[in-house]
């Protein structure tokens, strides 16, 4: 490697690394902070069984064009039976996380595909987004330890194995569903990133606080913290989520696909009418991205990602017959430099007791 882009490699990491850095002090005080609630009576269990999700995200939906974040597919099943014991002594090992009266364990499939903004050529574009796909597998623990009339709190802990590169499949899903609805073929692919296994661990804590409004609404404020660590992200971060309308406390919020807000497939549905409108906004500071920084440990193409990004997100969420369906777009900031434009992409969520 260049001695020059060699050093140049290692300051952007300091400087990123730095930024992570100054944030962790205030996320810990935070969490201080909103500890000083008091204790509430135990949550009792309301439903047995489990739960599925679907979840689609796509750009086509958003800025209406194939680029940057291309699409996102997760399928996850939630189980409010014991969780297994290895995932159990890993929460208890984990100074942050904190047991409680309910868990609950999701386990989660997806796929991400990533494009450069120029899909029409064949040639690698050294200041455009890296083609890459990440083929994943989850698992995670759920647990709400505090709970009374008009909040509740809980956390998530989450082990992510999986498979950046050709074998992620991306490259071979994306052109085979252009062939199929009559779409130009992604050009590119064959400059993705290289195939390399990915760990991550992730942790997120959330508070819910619920106020009556006239007219038989309700609102919510839900503030949450979030860090992951891996060869695929490491970041931490922090936001707020919005919600008004019926039978908040009958839902958390829907999913979404990480890096995103907080949200699971249980929900409590009942004779009531439950809908809400919602609103967010969640700020990282990234140490390291692997989909635009490139291979851990093999020469790739990589750009040079922008340490903080921001994410906004506005949606619809409402129950019928037992089933929640969710309709939500994200405005996602620059995340590398030299990136023409914002990332703007579509969600929708299907979640469904089973």
Request: some cysteine; aromatic content about 12%.
């Amino acid at each position: 490697m260049n001695p020059s882009i060699e050093a140049t490699e290692t300051v952007a990491t300091a400087r990123n690394c730095h930024a992570v850095s100054r944030l962790v002090p205030f996320l810990l005080l935070s969490l201080l902070v909103f500890e000083q609630l008091p204790a509430a009576t135990p949550l009792v269990r309301n439903q047995d069984g489990g739960f599925w999700s679907i979840q689609f995200e796509n750009d086509l939906w958003g800025s209406g064009d194939d680029r940057f974040y291309s699409h996102g597919s997760e399928l996850s099943y939630l189980s409010l039976d014991d969780p297994p014991g290895w995932l159990l002594d890993l929460g208890r090992g984990i100074p942050l996380f904190r047991m409680g009266d309910v868990n609950a364990l999701q386990y989660s499939f997806g796929q991400k595909i990533f494009t450069p903004q120029n899909t029409q050529t064949s040639r690698l574009v050294t200041d455009d987004r890296p083609y890459a796909g990440w083929l994943y597998a989850s698992a995670k623990l759920l647990s709400r330890y505090r709970s009374g009339p008009r909040y509740q709190v809980g956390n998530v802990l989450g082990v992510t194995l999986g498979l950046v590169g050709p074998s992620s499949l991306a490259g071979d899903i994306q052109n085979g569903y252009h062939d199929l609805i009559g779409v130009n073929r992604a050009q590119g692919w064959d400059n993705q990133l290289k195939d390399e296994p990915g760990l991550l661990l992730t942790y997120t804590r959330k508070w819910q606080y619920f106020h009556d409004l006239p007219g038989g609404l309700e609102f919510e404020t839900s503030p949450h913290l979030v860090g992951a660590l891996g060869n695929i992200y490491t970041y931490a971060g922090g936001g707020m989520m919005l919600r008004i309308g019926q039978g908040l406390q009958n839902d958390i919020a829907p999913p979404s696909i990480r890096p995103g807000f907080p949200g699971i497939p249980y929900f409590h549905s009942d004779d009531r009418l439950s809908w809400y409108l919602f609103a967010g906004i969640e700020g990282r500071a990234l140490a390291r991205n692997i989909f635009l920084d490139g291979n851990t440990f093999r020469d790739s193409h990589r750009v040079d990602r922008e340490p903080l990004v921001a994410d906004l997100q506005f949606g619809v969420a409402f129950h019928v017959r037992g089933i929640r369906v969710a309709v939500s777009n994200i405005w996602r900031s620059r995340e590398f430099e030299g990136q023409a434009e914002p990332v703007q992409f579509g969600a929708i969520n299907i979640s469904f007791p089973f």
